[in-house]
């Protein structure tokens, strides 16, 4: 059965498809005993409402974690960048003011935790074991890499790595989410689940 939102979510910017965002909601009440859940790259909040609606509705948390200064392709002259976005008085994306915003109109703000730092800052020392990690951060290898590296680690058995835009023909899109989801693969600490559209899913053994 598919979750309900509490706003509009094709007002929301962001490139999460209804399929995708419905199986991250899904598998997030289903983890939400073994613990909190995590989500590498918020931007607006397009899969922080999703994630955050399933886990305010069984009484988790979920950390959102993100420099809001945008990816590669979100800078000033990229194929992604958003004018909206883009604070003229620094020179930088700031997506953080929107994601704010969604929040709000959601009332997740009970319920989302945002971390305002790069993936491996917010990392360091973190101690916390996780239900849930969604990975959707930088799409350059080494920054897909550290996104891996970074919270794989912290997830309980029986929990859920969940890893966006997965194109195994780097003809539809960037590889660096391929690799880390063969990564994944192949590392003997995850089982494969299905996959929905570009959404690749895992459970720790």
Known sequence: ?????????????????????????????????????????????????????????????????????????????????????????????????????????AKLEDTVIPVVASSGLAAKRWATPLGMVFIDGGHSLEAALTDYRSWAGHIFAGGVLAIHDIFPDPDDGGQAPYDIYKLAAASGLFEALERVNTLGLFRRL
């Open 1 to 105: 059965m598919a979750i309900l939102l509490p706003i509009d979510i094709n007002a929301v910017k962001g490139f999460l498809a209804p399929d995708e965002g419905q199986a991250l909601a899904a598998h997030a009440l289903e983890t939400a005993a073994l613990g909190p859940a995590l989500e590498v790259g918020s931007y607006c909040g397009k899969s922080t409402v999703y994630l955050g609606s399933a886990c305010q509705q069984v009484g988790n948390v979920l950390y959102a974690v993100d420099h809001h200064r945008g990816s590669e392709e979100h800078q000033l002259g990229e194929e992604y960048h958003d004018p909206e976005l883009y604070d003229a008085g620094v020179s930088k994306m700031d997506s953080f003011r929107e994601f704010r915003k969604t929040m709000a109109a």
